[in-house]
C-alpha cells in the first residue's frame, strides 16, 4: 500500500477519483505534467531497487522523476490502489537497425477499462500526453502526435508514431502480465553496461502544456508552441542548471540529498 493522497498531491492531481477514462486521462497528464523522465542516479552512483516504496520515497517524498521501471511501477500501484485495472507488460524498444531491444528493456501498463484495452505510459519521455486505446486500422490523435498500433508478428502488438505520414515504430509488446521483479535484470543492465543508452549520459525532461524541457550534461532544449530554444553550457554547469528548471538538488553520494528544493 501507498500513500495515494501525497502521490495525488505530488502530481497537482485534485478532481475527484472516479473509474473511469476520463480520471485515467487526466491522471496520466497530470502525471506527466509533474514528475520527470530522469536517469540521474544511474550517474550519481545510486542504485536503483525495483520496488515500490523506494519508487514512492524518490518520486514523491523526495520530488524526483524516474526511468521506466521506477515511474510506470509506481503509476501502476496507484491506479490499482484508486480501483482501476491495471497490470505490468514488457515491451521492446525498436532500434536505428531495425530490431528491437530484449524482452523487459521497457515497463509499460495496460489497463483494461469499459471493455477497451488502453496503453499507459508515463516513463517513456516524449510520448502521448493521454493513454491510447489499443485499436487497429486507425489513426489515434492525441495532443502531442499521432499514433497508431498493428501486429507485429504472431506474439505482439506494435504502437507507432506518425509524424509527416511517415510510420515509426516506438515498441512491440504483448498483452501478458508480468511481475516487477522480472524486469530486474534488464533494469541492472541499464544501470551498468556501456552498451546501455541510459549510462553514456545524463538526462533529465518533463513534459509542459504546450512543449517540453529537457536537459543533458551540456545542452538544455526548450519546446514551446513549435518552437525550439538550445541551450549550451559547460557540464559543470549540469547541475545549477538542474535546480534552475527542475528545482532539484542534487548531493553526490548521499541519495537522501537528492530531493527537491523550494
Known amino acids: 500500500m501507498i500513500d495515494t493522497k501525497k502521490y495525488l498531491q ?14 485515467l486521462f487526466q491522471l496520466q497528464r497530470a502525471h506527466l505534467l509533474s514528475v520527470p523522465f530522469e536517469n540521474l542516479d544511474i550517474h ?6 525495483l520496488d515500490t516504496n523506494s519508487f514512492f520515497y524518490k518520486i514523491v ?9 521506477e515511474l510506470n511501477g509506481l503509476f501502476n500501484q496507484l491506479l ?28 509499460v501498463l495496460l489497463v483494461t477499462l469499459e471493455n477497451q484495452d ?11 500526453l493521454h493513454p491510447l486505446p489499443i485499436t487497429f486500422g486507425e489513426v489515434i490523435s492525441d495532443r502531442y502526435g499521432q499514433f497508431s498500433f498493428d501486429h507485429y508478428n504472431s506474439s505482439y502488438i506494435r504502437v507507432n508514431e506518425i509524424q509527416n505520414d511517415l510510420v515509426s515504430p516506438q ?24 552498451e546501455s543508452h541510459f549510462t553514456q549520459k545524463k ?8 512543449g517540453r524541457v529537457t536537459l543533458n550534461n551540456t545542452q538544455l532544449k526548450i ?33 537522501k540529498n537528492l530531493g527537491r528544493t523550494n
Open 203 to 210: 538526462v533529465i525532461s518533463i513534459a509542459k502544456e504546450n
Open 10 to 23: 505530488r502530481i497537482n492531481y485534485a478532481q475527484p477519483i472516479k473509474v473511469t477514462r476520463d480520471t
Open 44 to 49: 550519481y552512483g545510486i542504485p536503483i531497487t
Open 118 to 128: 488502453f496503453l499507459v505510459d508515463v516513463g517513456f519521455g516524449k510520448f502521448s
Open 171 to 194: 515498441y512491440i509488446f504483448s498483452t501478458q502480465e508480468r511481475e516487477l521483479i522480472e524486469f530486474k535484470a534488464r533494469c541492472k543492465y541499464h544501470q551498468s553496461c556501456k
Open 61 to 69: 517524498e523526495s520530488g524526483r522523476g524516474g526511468f521506466c521501471y
Open 80 to 107: 490499482n490502489e484508486l480501483g482501476f485495472k491495471s497490470r505490468l507488460i514488457s515491451a521492446r524498444t525498436y532500434g536505428k537497425d531495425n530490431s528491437y531491444s530484449p524482452e523487459y528493456d521497457h515497463l
Open 223 to 255: 519546446s514551446q508552441s513549435g518552437k525550439e530554444r538550445l541551450i549550451e553550457f559547460n557540464e559543470e554547469e549540469f547541475e545549477s542548471k538542474l535546480k534552475e528548471y527542475f528545482h532539484i538538488e542534487l548531493g553526490t553520494n548521499d541519495s
